[in-house]
């Protein structure tokens, strides 16, 4: 069966710091993959997605960034933090134009 | 553009009662449907999915949803609550065509009261 991990489960950083995010997903090959932020109170908001290695598509202009490194490895980085980018962020994976499926998060808080 | 519509922000049953969450979509055509639930601090697990065929569509935990294109809605019902289902709970739309992106409602929380 499938699972998708997402590391770290929670971070505080401050102000400036550069970010990392990482999700890795096991038991299927060439997913498509997807970054969203859940800010407090709202729902889900599209960042990266991408259908294979090296692939980005970005749907909000920001001071994130993505990369995809390897078929089931999907990261979301920063260079420097905005305190608005304090937020839930979840990575997901489908098959082509199935549903998807989500990962459990991480919890960014910026000081 | 695709839309979703959840009006209801926050409800609040007894356990045991019926409920019914609401969600309207927009969008040119038949879309595919989607319901999540999301426990606090917790991803996104789905609930169901529509892509065509029978309108009434059954999924995990007893919960079951209706397409309705006339009302461009798709309803999530659960006849009998338990405490276990108080969460939020999201609607999401794709379009059938183009990006695989989906399109999330603001998400109602329920709230199940003893």
């Known amino acids: 069966s499938q699972t998708i991990h997402q590391w770290p489960a929670t971070l505080v950083q401050p102000v400036g710091s550069p970010l990392s995010l990482e999700c890795t997903v096991e038991g299927t090959s060439n997913p498509n993959l997807y970054w969203y932020r859940q800010a407090a109170g709202r729902g889900l908001q599209l960042l990266f997605y991408s259908v294979g290695i090296g692939q980005i598509s970005s749907e909000v202009p920001q001071n994130l960034s993505a990369s995809r490194p390897q078929d089931r490895q999907f990261i979301l980085s920063s260079k420097k933090l905005l305190l608005s980018d304090s937020g839930f962020y979840l990575c997901?994976?489908?098959?082509?134009?199935?549903?998807?499926?989500f990962g459990p998060g991480t919890r960014l808080t910026v000081t | 553009a695709q839309s979703v519509t959840q009006p209801d922000i926050h409800i609040t049953v007894s356990e045991g009662a019926s409920l019914e969450l609401r969600c309207n979509y927009s969008y040119g055509a038949t879309p595919y449907l989607f319901w999540y639930v999301q426990s606090p601090g917790q991803g996104l697990q789905l609930l169901l999915k529509?892509?065509?065929?029978?309108?009434l569509v059954q999924g995990i935990k007893g919960f079951e949803a209706e397409f309705k294109r006339s009302q461009s809605s798709f309803n999530l019902r659960k006849p009998s609550v338990h405490w276990s289902d108080a969460a939020e709970y999201f609607c999401?739309?794709?379009?059938?065509?183009?990006?695989?992106?989906?399109?999330f409602g603001t998400g109602t929380r329920l709230t199940v009261i003893p």
């Open positions: 999401a739309v794709r379009g059938r065509t183009g990006a695989n992106n989906l399109f």
């Open positions: 529509y892509f065509s065929g029978d309108t």
């Open positions: 997901a994976w489908s098959r082509a134009s199935y549903e998807q499926y």
